[in-house]
Nanobody, 123 residues
Framework: QVQLVESGGGLVQAGDSLRLSCAASGRTFSSYVMGWFRQAPGKERELVAA????????YYTDSVKGRFTISRDNAKNTVYLKMNSLKPEDTAVYYCAATNDGSKWLGLDYDYWGQGTQVTVSS
């Protein structure tokens, strides 16, 4: 089992950058595929980015390609989401999630979730 704690959210202006961090407990962090999800008011939760165990493969939803970068540091049990050129439509609660089932990495049914961090982008 793994516990996840996100940090780094906040209120920024359009065009600004933020870096979200997700710290994981436990000694088996490298066995988990990690994902960043977001949910805006009135909208369904969506997978924003995901990264495999060693970081060799990544996924981005189309709306963030070229602006967001997911990375991980297995020595620090941490996954990051660097967000550049933020837009008002990026406003949402961002969640970190983990699964040790590789078949789930592009889906929504990750096994472990953080509490979320609010990102608000003003125009």
């Amino acid at each position: 089992q793994v516990q996840l704690v996100e940090s780094g959210g906040g209120l920024v202006q359009a065009g600004d950058s933020l870096r979200l961090s997700c710290a994981a407990s436990g000694r088996t962090f490298s066995s988990y595929v990690m994902g960043w999800f977001r949910q805006a008011p009135g909208k369904e939760r969506e997978l924003v980015a995901a990264i495999t165990w060693t970081g060799s493969s990544t996924y981005y939803t189309d709306s963030v390609k070229g602006r967001f970068t997911i990375s991980r540091d297995n020595a620090k049990n941490t996954v990051y989401l660097k967000m550049n050129s933020l837009k008002p439509e990026d406003t949402a609660v961002y969640y970190c999630a983990a699964t040790n089932d590789g078949s789930k990495w592009l889906g929504l049914d990750y096994d472990y979730w953080g509490q979320g961090t609010q990102v608000t982008v003003s125009s």
